[in-house]
């Protein structure tokens, strides 16, 4: 049963001078407490993609389901959107950060400090919610927001590059924390990448996008031995490098 | 070694404190010394420039019949009301302005021209308006700041980072929630420095507006002083704006270290 459903999505971006198709026509299926990567070069609209499933904004064709229900704007708690960068606000305290999306749906206040607490403790962080951001590490401020993502309890996880700020020892370990919190709480997650190493280290399958239009290229599944490993343990084990060198060599064949 | 090195670095800050305490107090007495001297050798016009000794004994004279508190008072109380008015409005109209592009973009040009236009220029038909009063003199004090801030809030607005949107976009936020929670408390430390800018423009507005009307104020006290050539009265009034234009400035200061703490 798939719990993620995109189907015939095309998108295309208007500008005062030209047309510009992103996305043709795809589909694809996800199922429930799955993590799967979107991958591939520079401009095949992976993000574009995170950001309809995400209901930011509409695609030009086709639908996206989650759990059954189709996606549009304003939906709540379906899903939970991590950025580039923490985007903590910096004139909140931690715990603020955590419990802003609580706040916004307006959710029963009692227990946001019990849910931040809880939270940060799970993040490995128990002791800095009446901090402000700028007083924590950038890895810390992305661990931060991984919580206040999870606060709402989403349905689902979008990921995009939420490693690819941070120094290479604090994503490596984020990696680790990130896929053993979801594995925990059992979420389904799609994380858009550009490192091929990440993707195979932190998902079950990995779906790899061609550009100029952005059209769904092939899809890798990672072998079940590798899955069962934190991705610190993937990236030492065998296996590794023979996927990794053909996912390179797939993605050196788009151009 | 390290704590030697840090006893020195810090008296060396303070020494260079005192320094600069000490320069701007000598510049203060030589401008005093140098206005007395001047006008008592009669180097320069006493009848026009007056001298720290006549202003005071005018000040003196003014303070004990009680005039001085009424004029000061009047003239405070509009600068302030001007001010908070003009601030106010100002940035209500930005958040108008942000919440209907629509609005923003067909409003686009008449704002420049409002900002381009000298608002002092519209003294005379404000009074004709809305009466020779404290009224079109508050007017004055709040109109000459409204556009100003109106532009620099929106832009503040404006040039909040779309990501931090974003995160509550993924929460399902109402417009009305990304104002409250991203854009406004984003754009405070920008709100307080139009602050500072328009404390000095509502007392250039109230002050000509009390060139133009009134019969009490400082404004009213430095045209009376010009007409019946009493320039002591004049160099008075200007002196006394001076120290609560400070005055006011510093507490918005204030203001901003408190909220613009944790902004960074």
Same mark, same amino acid.
């Given at each position: 049963?798939?719990?993620?459903?995109?189907?015939?999505?095309?998108?295309?971006?208007?500008?005062?001078?030209?047309?510009?198709?992103?996305?043709? +026509?795809?589909?694809?299926?996800?199922?429930?407490?799955?993590?799967?990567?979107?991958?591939? &070069?520079?401009?095949?609209?992976?993000?574009?993609?995170?950001?309809?499933?995400?209901?930011?904004?509409?695609?030009?064709?086709?639908?996206? =389901?989650?759990?059954?229900?189709?996606?549009?704007?304003?939906?709540?708690?379906?899903?939970?959107?991590?950025?580039?960068?923490?985007?903590?606000?910096?004139?909140?305290?931690?715990?603020?950060?955590?419990? @802003?999306? !609580?706040?916004?749906?307006?959710?029963?206040?009692?227990?946001?400090?019990?849910?931040?607490?809880? #939270?940060?403790?799970?993040?490995?962080?128990?002791?800095?919610?009446?901090? =402000?951001?700028?007083?924590?590490?950038?890895?810390? *401020?992305?661990? %931060?927001? #991984?919580?206040?993502?999870?606060?709402?309890?989403?349905?689902?996880?979008? !990921?995009?590059?939420?490693?690819?700020?941070?120094?290479?020892?604090?994503?490596?370990?984020?990696?680790?924390?990130?896929?053993?919190?979801?594995?925990?709480?059992?979420?389904?997650?799609?994380?858009?990448?550009?490192?091929?190493?990440?993707?195979?280290?932190?998902?079950? *399958?990995?779906?790899?996008?061609?550009?100029?239009?952005?059209?769904?290229?092939? %899809?890798?599944? @990672? &072998?079940?031995?590798?899955?069962?490993?934190?991705?610190?343990?993937? *990236?030492?084990?065998?296996?590794?490098? +023979?996927?990794?060198?053909?996912?390179?060599?797939?993605?050196?064949?788009?151009? | 070694? +390290?704590?030697?090195?840090?006893?020195?670095?810090?008296?060396?800050?303070?020494?260079?404190?005192?320094?600069?305490?000490?320069?701007?107090?000598?510049?203060?007495?030589?401008?005093?010394?140098?206005?007395?001297?001047?006008?008592?050798?009669?180097?320069?016009?006493?009848?026009?420039?007056?001298?720290?000794?006549?202003?005071?004994?005018?000040?003196?004279?003014?303070?004990?019949?009680?005039?001085?508190?009424?004029?000061?008072?009047?003239?405070?109380?509009?600068?302030? @009301?001007?001010?908070?008015?003009?601030?106010?409005?100002?940035?209500?109209?930005?958040?108008?302005?942000?919440?209907?592009?629509?609005?923003?973009?067909?409003?686009?040009?008449?704002?420049?021209?409002?900002?381009?236009?000298?608002?002092?220029?519209?003294?005379?038909?404000?009074?004709?308006?809305?009466?020779?009063?404290?009224?079109?003199?508050?007017?004055?004090?709040?109109?000459?700041?409204?556009?100003?801030?109106?532009?620099?809030?929106?832009?503040?607005?404006?040039?909040?980072?779309?990501?931090?949107?974003?995160? !509550?976009?993924?929460?399902?936020?109402? *417009?009305?929630?990304?104002?409250?929670?991203?854009?406004?408390?984003?754009?405070? &430390?920008?709100?307080?420095?139009?602050?500072?800018?328009?404390?000095?423009?509502?007392?250039?507005?109230?002050?000509?507006?009390?060139?133009?009307?009134?019969?009490?104020?400082?404004? =009213?006290?430095?045209?009376?002083?010009?007409?019946?050539?009493?320039?002591?009265?004049?160099?008075?009034?200007? #002196?006394?704006?001076?120290?609560?234009?400070?005055?006011?400035?510093?507490?918005?200061?204030?203001?901003?270290?408190?909220?613009?703490?944790?902004?960074?």
């Amino acid at each position: 049963m798939e719990f993620l459903k995109v189907e015939n999505i095309h998108h295309s971006y208007f500008s005062n001078t030209q047309a510009k198709e992103v996305l043709r +026509d795809i589909s694809l299926d996800i199922r429930e407490g799955e993590f799967v990567s979107f991958i591939g &070069p520079s401009g095949c609209g992976k993000t574009t993609l995170l950001s309809i499933i995400a209901g930011l904004f509409s695609s030009t064709e086709g639908k996206v =389901y989650i759990d059954g229900e189709e996606i549009s704007t304003h939906n709540q708690s379906l899903i939970g959107y991590m950025l580039q960068q923490d985007y903590l606000f910096p004139w909140k305290t931690i715990e603020e950060n955590v419990t @802003i999306g !609580l706040k916004i749906m307006e959710r029963s206040t009692k227990t946001h400090k019990v849910t931040a607490h809880a #939270l940060l403790r799970e993040i490995g962080l128990p002791h800095v919610g009446n901090n =402000y951001p700028r007083e924590l590490s950038g890895g810390m *401020r992305q661990r %931060v927001a #991984l919580a206040r993502t999870l606060a709402v309890d989403p349905k689902i996880l979008l !990921l995009d590059e939420p490693f690819s700020a941070l120094d290479y020892q604090s994503k490596l370990k984020l990696e680790d924390l990130v896929v053993e919190t979801l594995k925990a709480y059992r979420k389904t997650a799609v994380l858009v990448t550009h490192d091929i190493g990440e993707a195979i280290a932190m998902s079950e *399958r990995v779906f790899l996008f061609s550009a100029n239009p952005g059209t769904l290229h092939r %899809v890798f599944e @990672i &072998p079940s031995e590798l899955q069962e490993l934190s991705p610190f343990d993937v *990236r030492q084990h065998p296996a590794y490098s +023979d996927i990794f060198q053909t996912i390179w060599k797939e993605l050196e064949s788009l151009g | 070694m +390290d704590n030697t090195l840090f006893k020195q670095y810090q008296q060396m800050l303070k020494k260079e404190k005192r320094y600069v305490r000490l320069y701007q107090l000598i510049i203060l007495l030589v401008f005093f010394c140098g206005w007395e001297l001047l006008s008592r050798f009669g180097w320069i016009d006493r009848l026009i420039f007056s001298s720290p000794t006549n202003v005071w004994h005018t000040l003196v004279e003014k303070v004990s019949d009680g005039t001085l508190t009424l004029h000061v008072g009047v003239t405070l109380m509009e600068t302030i @009301i001007g001010f908070i008015a003009g601030t106010l409005i100002g940035t209500l109209i930005a958040i108008v302005l942000w919440w209907s592009p629509m609005l923003s973009k067909i409003l686009d040009p008449y704002l420049v021209i409002l900002n381009a236009m000298p608002k002092v220029a519209l003294g005379p038909i404000l009074i004709v308006a809305l009466g020779p009063g404290y009224f079109s003199i508050v007017a004055m004090g709040a109109l000459i700041s409204i556009i100003i801030t109106t532009i620099v809030v929106y832009t503040a607005f404006k040039g909040v980072d779309p990501n931090y949107s974003k995160v !509550l976009q993924t929460f399902g936020a109402t *417009r009305w929630q990304i104002f409250r929670e991203v854009i406004l408390p984003a754009s405070f &430390p920008t709100i307080i420095s139009t602050l500072k800018v328009n404390v000095g423009l509502s007392w250039v507005g109230v002050i000509v507006g009390e060139f133009l009307v009134a019969s009490k104020g400082l404004g =009213y006290l430095i045209i009376y002083g010009f007409q019946v050539f009493n320039f002591n009265l004049v160099l008075m009034s200007l #002196l006394i704006i001076a120290f609560f234009a400070t005055i006011m400035y510093q507490v918005v200061e204030l203001i901003e270290k408190a909220i613009v703490k944790n902004n960074g």
